[in-house]
């Protein structure tokens, strides 16, 4: 699945996923659901991607992040376990299921990791994180990097609901969508597996 997510190749790896898999009787794993969802955010199969993802969610799966904000006046998403394309599908998401509590909140922050605990990204930056913030940094998002911890992005609760008032993240979850923020953050992705 993530030979076909490498180059391009969103039908076969989704065939892999639901039909080769099934036939070997190999359960799908956390690996398999996120690469499948880099298989399909490569190929600009958002629509695809979100539904895949809100089954993810609703199932408790580690393969949607983790939504740590109960009970907190910070709103918190942890992509440590995600793939750059899982990871941008569930930000979408996730900014879209929070917009409505934001005035109940104080600041907004997404953990995309910096990606130094893997050996593959000792001096450089996370895939996860480089996809994140092209994509929030193209649709114009108040989101910066603090300082003081490399390994997330924030903003003020006030400032992302004014942002979510001139964009609908949701509504960009199409499949085919010719949107140049998500290729953006597609391009990152492609980019390193070359």
């Known amino acids: 699945i993530s030979a076909c997510a490498y180059v391009g190749q969103w039908k ?34 958002y629509g695809k991607c979100a539904t895949r993802m809100g089954k993810l969610i609703d ?42 509590a934001m005035s109940e909140l104080s600041s907004v922050v997404i953990v995309t990791g910096k990606g130094l605990s893997r050996d593959a990204h000792q001096s ?17 998002s108040p989101f910066v990097r603090p300082p003081d911890n490399a390994g997330r992005v924030e903003a ?17 979850l199409v499949d085919d969508a010719e949107h140049p923020a998500l290729s953006k953050a597609g391009a990152v992705f492609t980019a390193v597996c070359e």
Do not use: Y
Request: with cysteine.
């Open 156 to 172: 003020s609760s006030g400032a992302v609901t004014a942002w979510l008032s001139t964009v609908d993240v949701k509504s960009l």
């Open 59 to 100: 199932a408790g799966n580690a393969a949607a992040g983790r939504d740590t904000t109960q009970g907190r006046t910070t709103a918190e998403l942890d992509l440590h376990e995600l793939s750059p394309g899982a990871a941008c599908c569930r930000v979408l998401l996730w900014l879209d299921e929070k917009k409505d």
């Open 124 to 140: 450089s930056d996370s895939v996860v994180r480089a996809a994140v913030t092209t994509m929030l940094d193209a649709l114009g």
């Open 12 to 45: 076969q790896a989704l065939d892999v996923f639901e039909k080769d898999m099934a036939h070997a009787g190999v359960d799908p794993n956390r690996v398999s659901h996120i690469s499948l969802q880099d298989a399909l955010w490569a190929g600009r199969q």
